[in-house]
């Protein structure tokens, strides 16, 4: 165990060693050019972000029916929309979390969307249980998250791990680690359920029902 140890110890810091060396190799020009390079990234991400808020992306809002939905999935790449009932609690849950999310998560558009307003849409997506978070990326339905079975099937449970749930989906930037959510739970990570807006699998079943 020790000769292992002493080996892994070795290799590191013969890596280290290389990238010290390549640094030090770098001339003027090629730190200029890394520099500059650098500042090019952070103006595209800038004009990005200012391209996301006028989209009405850092605010969580709600959508005035189909029509105004399918506005949205084709101006953001990355959208959440919360399908909820007025006089479902669980909703309301929801809706104090992606408050938050939607601030944090620029890149991403969150709306919510009456789904008794959408019969359509509902029916499309055959969307029975409320809350049911629909996740989508580039115009196609990526995943769900149906009630809070995959939130450790509790009321209580943290903005962080919603977070870490619509990151397991793609549709956030996320720099935590994505096998295992970041505080104990009862839920297993979920596997994502892929379909397109036209039709497919169904979510699963968890709070309340559509047809109540």
Request: charged content about 35%; hydrophobic content about 35%; glycine content about 6%.
């Amino acid at each position: 165990m020790e000769q292992v140890l002493q080996h892994v110890a070795q290799t590191v810091e013969k890596q280290l060693d290389q990238e010290i060396e390549r640094i030090d190799a770098l001339d003027s020009g090629d730190l200029e050019a890394i520099r500059q390079q650098r500042i090019n990234e952070m103006k595209q991400r800038a004009k990005k972000k200012q391209e996301w808020l006028a989209n009405g992306h850092g605010e969580y809002s709600e959508v005035d029916g189909e029509k105004e939905f399918f506005g949205v999935c084709n101006k953001s790449e990355n959208v959440v929309c919360h399908f909820y009932r007025d006089d479902t609690p669980r909703c309301r849950i929801v809706d104090m979390h992606l408050k938050l999310l939607a601030r944090k998560h620029v890149e991403t558009r969150f709306v919510k969307l009456n789904a008794e307003r959408a019969p359509f849409l509902t029916g499309r997506l055959k969307i029975r249980v409320l809350p049911t978070l629909a996740l989508f990326k580039d115009n196609k339905s990526r995943d769900y998250v149906v009630g809070f079975t995959d939130l450790g099937n509790r009321d209580d449970f943290s903005t962080d791990m919603l977070e870490w749930r619509l990151a397991r989906s793609e549709v956030i930037e996320y720099s935590g680690d994505l096998r295992e959510p970041p505080a104990p739970h009862s839920a297993r990570p979920h596997p994502l359920q892929r379909k397109t807006i036209r039709g497919g699998a169904a979510p699963g079943d968890d709070s309340d029902d559509l047809s109540d």
